[in-house]
C-alpha cells in the first residue's frame, strides 16, 4: 500500500499498518474496501455503564462510597427505561445515540455537587436520609434535562407520564422489558399538577417547587430599549439557569429549538450580563451557509492571546466562551463534513489546531463552547454525532398560548405606562394580544408556504414586530378607535405584505375584519370608512375591504425637518403626495444622479412601508418586484426622508 501524499509515494514497510476509524463507508470506493479488513463496533455492545464506572471512580473522596452505590442503584433503575421513552416512545429533535444522552446526565449531576465535594456546613447539617434525599433530588433533575430535554413539547408529556409512573413503581407494559433492576424508594418525589419539567429543588427547604415561584415580579425598566426587552418567564427562568451551572462548571451545552424561541437572545444575555467578569469572558460566532473553516479558525485567533510559547487562550485567569449560533448552517461538502464544525471539533478534542502560516501546533487554553441551531431541515443540516458528543443537549420548546399572553402582555403594559396612556386606551391591552396572537395562528395553519409561496413562514419574530410597530406611536394615540387602527395598520405591515395574490389577501383581510368585532367590538368597515353591504353577512364587498386596507397607512415624516417625529396615520393622501413630492425635490437637488420619479399611490405607500422598517431597531427588508418597478429608488428616497445614507454593494466577478 502506499501513502497519498507525494507524487510517487512512500511504500509502507511490512511492519506497518493502516487503521481506519470511520462512521459509514458512504464515500468509500469498493477498492478500499476490499484492501481493508472489515470489525463493525456496535454502540450497544459497549453500552453506557463502562463510562459510568469510569465517571464514578474519577469522582473525590469527599464523596462518599454510600452516596456512589446510591447514584450506580439510580442509574441502573431509570436510565434503561428513560433512554427508551427518549429514542423510541418520544421524538427526538436531534439524533442522539444512548451514551450521548447518559454523559449529558453525568455532566449535569457533576454540576450539582459541589456541596458533595466541599462538604460545607450546611450540608454537614444534614442528617443522612437528608443527604440521600438531596443526592436523588439532583438526580432526578438531571435525568429529565438530560435524557427527557431531547424532545419536543408532545414528547415531554409522553416522557412526564411514563416517568411518573417509573417512580411509583408502575412500570408501563412498553418499558417492563427495561426495567432491570430493583427500584429505589425516591424520598422527594415530583408534585403533580405539572410536569416533570415545571419544577426545581428549593435547596432550603428540601422540596420541589414550581419556576414561576422562583420569578421575582417586577415592571419592566420604562426606559429600556424594545429590542432588548427580556420577559421573566418560566422559560427563561428554567433554561437561563441550565446555561449558568453548565457553563460555570466547564461544560459545553447546546440549544435546539424553532425559529423565535430565544435561543440566541437568552444566552447572549446571559454570557453578556449574568457571569462573572472576572473569571469569564465571552465572544459570539455566527454560522451561515458560506462560513468557511479558516474564517472561523481566524476569527477566534483574534480574539486569544499569547500566554506562553504555542499556548493561546482568553486573557490570564479567565474562561472565555465561544457562542456558537446557528450551528449547523455550513454547507455540508461533497464528502459530508462540514469544514467550520470539523475545526471546532479538533479543537475540542485535542485542545489544539494548526497555525496556518507557521505551519506548528497551537494549543488552545481555557476555551468552551455553547452553540445553538434549529433541528435539522429546511436549509439546516445534521451535525456529526463526533461534535455532538461534547455538548449536553437542551431542547426549547415553542411558547404556548399562557407564555405568550404573559410575554406580550407584559410588553404592551410596558408601552402604556411608558407612555402614560389613560384608562379609555390601556383597556384595549388584552384585546390587542389576544387579537394578535388568534392572527398569528391563523396565518400559520391557512397560509402554508408553498414552492411559489417559499416565503409563507411565520413565526414569533412577526408577532414581536406587531408590538414593536406600535410602540413606533409613541403616546400619539388619541382614542380606542385610533388604538385598534394603529393595530391593524402593524398586523397589515407584518403579515398583509408578505402575500402575494388576491386570494390570500382577501383571507387576512376577512380574518382582521372578525378579530377586530371579537376583540374589539368594533366593525372594521366603519373604522376604515367603509360602506357596509346590503345585508351581507361580510360586511363591506371585496374590493372595497381590499381598497380601505391599501388606504390604511401611518408614518412619521409628514412634518419635515420636526425635532421629533410622531408616527401618525396619514388621512390627507393630496397632502402625503405634496410632502413626499418635496422630499424628492430636494433630494435631486444635491444629487449628482438626479431620479426622475412619477408618485402615485403604490409608491408612497411604499415609501411609507420602507421608511417604517428601516426606523425599527433591527429592521431588515427584503423587497421583491420585477426590475423597473422602484425597488431601488424609492429606497434610496425613503433613505433621505429618515436622513439616512445609502450604501450599495457592487456585484462583481470576484463578490
Known amino acids: 500500500m502506499l501513502m497519498f501524499c507525494p507524487p510517487l509515494g512512500y511504500p509502507l514497510q511490512g511492519l506497518m499498518n493502516l487503521i481506519f476509524e470511520v462512521q459509514d463507508l458512504a464515500v468509500a470506493s469498493p477498492a478500499t474496501v476490499s484492501r481493508c479488513g472489515m470489525v463493525y463496533v456496535q454502540p450497544d455492545l459497549l453500552g453506557w455503564r463502562p463510562v459510568l464506572m469510569s465517571w464514578l471512580a474519577a469522582l473525590p473522596p469527599s464523596i462518599s462510597e454510600a452516596h456512589k452505590s446510591q447514584v450506580l442503584a439510580l442509574f441502573d433503575w431509570l436510565v434503561p427505561p428513560c433512554l427508551r421513552i427518549a429514542t423510541k416512545l418520544a421524538k427526538a429533535v436531534l439524533p442522539m445515540v444512548d451514551i450521548n444522552l447518559v454523559c449529558s446526565c453525568m455532566r449535569l449531576l457533576d454540576s450539582h455537587l459541589d456541596e458533595f465535594r466541599d462538604r460545607n456546613d450546611s450540608f454537614t447539617e444534614l442528617t443522612e436520609q437528608q443527604q440521600t434525599a438531596l443526592l436523588q433530588c439532583h438526580f432526578l433533575f438531571s435525568l429529565v434535562w438530560s435524557v427527557g430535554s431531547n424532545t419536543d413539547e408532545e414528547g415531554r408529556y409522553k416522557f412526564d407520564g411514563f416517568f411518573r409512573r417509573l417512580l411509583r413503581d408502575d412500570v408501563p407494559p412498553e418499558l417492563e422489558a427495561f426495567v432491570k433492576a430493583p427500584e429505589v424508594k425516591i424520598a422527594v418525589p415530583f408534585p ?277 410597530g406600535m410602540t413606533k406611536a409613541a403616546g400619539s394615540v388619541e382614542d380606542s378607535p385610533s388604538g385598534v387602527r394603529l393595530w391593524a395598520h402593524e398586523v397589515l405591515r407584518v403579515f398583509y405584505d408578505r402575500l402575494v395574490d388576491e386570494p390570500d389577501r382577501l383571507l387576512v383581510g376577512r380574518l382582521l375584519e372578525q378579530l377586530t368585532e371579537k376583540h374589539f367590538k368594533e366593525k372594521l368597515g366603519r373604522l376604515l370608512g367603509m360602506t357596509t353591504t346590503a345585508g351581507g353577512a361580510a360586511g363591506v364587498a371585496d374590493d372595497e375591504l381590499l381598497g380601505g386596507l391599501q388606504g390604511l397607512i401611518f408614518g412619521d415624516f409628514m412634518v419635515p425637518g420636526a425635532d421629533i417625529k410622531l408616527y401618525k396615520e396619514i388621512t390627507d393622501q393630496d397632502k402625503m403626495l405634496h410632502v413626499v413630492g418635496d422630499y424628492l425635490q430636494d433630494m435631486n437637488a444635491g444629487s449628482k444622479k438626479p431620479q426622475k420619479l412619477v408618485l402615485f399611490q403604490f409608491a408612497l405607500e411604499h415609501v411609507a412601508r420602507i421608511s417604517r422598517i428601516i426606523t425599527s431597531p433591527g429592521g431588515h427588508a427584503l423587497l421583491v418586484g420585477l426590475g423597473g418597478s422602484g425597488r431601488q429608488s424609492l429606497t434610496r428616497l425613503a433613505a433621505y426622508i429618515q436622513e439616512m445614507e445609502v450604501f450599495q454593494i457592487e456585484i462583481s466577478k470576484t463578490y
Open 192 to 468: 403533580e399538577g405539572k410536569l416533570v419539567y415545571d419544577y426545581v429543588l428549593d435547596r432550603t427547604k428540601l422540596k420541589w417547587v414550581p419556576w414561576l415561584e422562583t420569578l421575582e415580579s417586577k415592571a419592566l425598566d420604562v426606559e429600556a430599549e424594545y429590542s432588548s426587552i427580556i420577559v421573566p418567564t418560566m422559560d427563561t427562568l428554567r433554561y437561563t439557569y441550565l446555561l449558568d451551572v453548565l457553563v460555570r462548571h466547564h461544560h459545553h451545552c447546546l440549544f435546539v429549538g424553532p425559529t423565535g424561541t430565544g435561543k440566541t437572545v437568552y444566552v447572549k444575555s446571559h454570557l453578556q450580563s449574568a457571569l462573572p467578569a472576572d473569571k469569564f469572558t465571552s465572544m459570539l460566532l455566527t454560522f451561515s451557509a458560506q462560513t468557511s473553516a479558516n474564517m472561523t479558525q481566524d476569527i477566534i485567533d483574534g480574539k486569544l492571546e499569547k500566554r506562553r510559547r504555542g499556548v493561546y487562550g482568553p486573557p490570564a485567569g479567565k474562561d472565555m466562551v465561544i457562542f456558537v449560533d446557528d450551528l449547523n448552517m455550513p454547507q455540508v461538502e461533497v464528502y459530508g463534513a462540514q469544514p467550520p464544525i470539523e475545526l471546532l471539533r479538533q479543537a475540542v478534542d485535542h485542545d489544539a489546531w494548526y497555525d496556518r502560516k507557521e505551519l506548528s501546533l497551537k494549543k488552545l487554553e481555557s476555551l468552551q463552547y455553547v452553540a445553538a441551531m434549529g433541528p435539522p431541515g429546511g436549509g439546516r443540516n445534521n451535525v456529526t454525532h463526533r461534535y455532538l458528543r461534547h455538548f449536553s443537549i437542551i431542547s426549547m420548546t415553542a411558547f404556548d398560548r399562557d407564555n405568550l399572553q404573559l410575554i406580550f402582555g407584559a410588553l404592551v403594559d410596558w408601552w402604556l405606562r411608558k407612555f402614560s396612556y389613560s384608562q379609555n386606551i390601556a383597556k384595549l391591552a388584552k384585546g390587542l394580544v389576544g387579537a394578535t396572537l388568534d392572527m398569528y395562528e391563523a396565518v400559520q395553519k391557512q397560509l402554508l408556504p408553498t414552492p411559489n409561496k417559499s416565503h409563507y413562514t411565520f413565526n414569533l419574530r412577526d408577532v414581536s414586530k406587531v408590538f414593536q
